[in-house]
């Protein structure tokens, strides 16, 4: 069947006469029956007037051929990518097309009836020679390898474009304008690219372009749908610090929160966008509400899963000391030991850090000798036990390596 579209789509007769002295034009079905038979003959100027309807429909077909995909194309690269779309875009094409093919054979069939009356279907056969056919073949072949690679050449640009948008980025030639022009020009010519949008939303954090960078994250997570990878923890954090800038705190967290659900998490990755986000109210003076969502993100496991439970709640400890609630973080310092104790074989290399952050902790609410105590147990040399004090630092915008 394959073998005989390519052929019926190469073969450039549209009329013949056969041995018999039938008439036969050649319709638009593409598998069999392609035939349209008269058992008479026509004057040259009515098959010639039939022709040329048939030339102009097969002008307008190759038109709407050639410029269906390209518009589509350019329609479905601005959207939101999504398998769906990519599914509904093809069809949709193949659908313009064919059914256009399936109207303009209505369209020709109507004009031979009306010219010439009814017709029988049959093979569409020309006497040509088998080398003739073979000529149309390859030549046909031949266009079709021609328009791949006038493909290739369009999408080659593509590559090019990113590999210099991330040279014009790298630290020796930081080239920020540069980059944005190129990103823009990507952006018009090719389909929706997480890596491009990275890099746009740096240049434009860079020209102090704050809203637009914003906007190019929130485009990028909308990218990458329901998936989570760990360039959605620096995006999140970035997203945070850019409405802030151009918003307030909490118009900064509510942003967080509504992408944030756009995402399917893990149990892991759950824990490291509260952090963040936990991390950005303590420095912003915002702390109401953080311990609920350690506590609801605690509650959500499974109580087999003791792993999770022990580091969340390690977590919890640590933001509660940067809150400066030290009793609080006491209490939970001391049950992660109790736990850490009874299960040594699990959680051995976390004990030692556990005993420093409480001595911390005691050492902040006054009590000197258990700090001392502490930091003893923890087997932690003296001019080292700084490097457990909880801490954070200042957010600042942050860039992966492109």
């Known amino acids: 069947m394959f073998k005989n579209i390519i052929e019926t789509l190469s073969n450039p007769l549209l009329y013949y006469t056969d041995k018999s002295g039938n008439a036969v034009f050649r319709n638009f079905c593409l598998t069999k029956n392609t035939g349209n038979m008269y058992t008479t003959t026509f004057s040259k100027q009515n098959v010639g007037k039939a022709l040329e309807f048939r030339f102009d429909l097969n002008r307008r077909l190759k038109w709407i051929t050639f410029l269906t995909p390209i518009i589509l194309y350019f329609i479905f690269i601005h959207l939101n990518f999504s398998m769906f779309k990519l599914l509904f875009f093809e069809l949709l094409c193949l659908g313009i097309i064919f059914g256009t093919r399936i109207h303009f054979s209505s369209l020709y069939s109507e004009y031979l009836m009306k010219t010439f009356g009814k017709y029988e279907l049959c093979e569409f056969a020309p006497p040509v020679p088998k080398h003739k056919i073979d000529e149309y073949v390859s ?116 942003l967080y929160d509504t992408y944030l659900k756009k995402k399917k998490l893990s149990v892991l990755q759950e824990s490291q966008m509260l952090w963040i986000k936990s991390i950005f109210k303590i420095e912003n003076n915002i702390t109401q509400d953080i311990i609920q969502d350690y506590e609801t993100l605690i509650a959500s496991l499974d109580e087999k899963d003791i792993k999770n439970q022990f580091y969340i709640s390690s977590d919890l400890a640590y933001v509660l000391y940067l809150m400066q609630e030290y009793p609080l973080a006491i209490n939970n310092y001391d049950s992660l030991i109790l736990f850490a104790g009874e299960n040594k074989d699990m959680f051995a290399p976390e004990l030692k850090t556990i005993y420093a952050e409480r001595g911390w902790a005691r050492k902040s609410s006054g009590d000197e000798a258990g700090a001392s105590q502490d930091f003893m147990l923890s087997g932690i040399p003296y001019d080292e036990l700084k490097n457990y004090e909880p801490s954070y630092e200042s957010q600042k915008f942050l860039v992966d390596h492109f």
């Open 139 to 254: 030549v046909f072949k031949s266009n079709i390898i021609i328009l791949l690679i006038v493909l290739g050449l369009y999408f080659l640009p593509a590559l090019l474009l990113q590999l210099t948008i991330k040279m014009t980025l790298s630290p020796k030639h930081l080239h920020c304008k540069g980059a944005l022009a190129l990103s823009n020009i990507y952006t018009t010519f090719y389909p929706k690219s997480e890596h491009i949008y990275d890099m746009r939303a740096f240049s434009k954090f860079m020209e102090k372009d704050y809203e637009g960078a914003l906007e190019d994250y929130k485009t990028v997570i909308e990218i990458s749908g329901h998936r989570f990878t760990k360039k959605d923890c620096t995006r999140f954090a970035n997203m945070l610090l850019l409405q802030k800038k151009i918003g307030t705190t909490r118009e900064a967290i509510e």
